[in-house]
């Protein structure tokens, strides 16, 4: 059993930040890639960012400069920094975990956290 508990969502004014975190435990095996999506009302699901297992990043053209995510092995954590918010941010963010036991992949995915922007 895998559990991924998001933590960090919440109410922001715009202009403001936030900082998402996600921690995998119970029977993870080795986890590769980590990343976040996000949900907004009436929105299919997007990607926001992912981080590979050996740190590298990719992140949505339209969030560059805004958005940073970042991991932290030991801990089996993800995190996803936000400055600047708009309310167009305004979304149930995700993280999902890629990763694998007994040659075996397997995709998790957390309950998802809100974060609401105000204009």
């Known amino acids: 059993q895998v559990q991924l508990v998001e933590s960090g969502g919440g109410l922001v004014q715009a202009g403001g930040s936030l900082r998402l975190s996600c921690t995998a435990s119970g029977s993870i095996g080795s986890i590769n890639a980590m990343g976040w999506y996000r949900q907004a009302p009436g929105k299919q699901r997007e990607e926001v960012a992912v981080i590979s297992g050996g740190g590298s990043t990719n992140l949505a053209d339209s969030l560059k400069g805004r958005f940073t995510i970042s991991r932290d092995n030991a801990k089996n954590t993800v995190y996803l920094q936000m400055i600047s918010l708009k309310p167009e941010d305004t979304a149930v963010y995700y993280c999902?975990?890629?990763?694998?036991?007994?040659?075996?992949?397997?995709?998790?995915w957390g309950q998802g956290t809100q974060v609401t922007v105000s204009s």
């Open positions: 999902k975990v890629d990763h694998y036991s007994r040659g075996i992949h397997y995709t998790s």
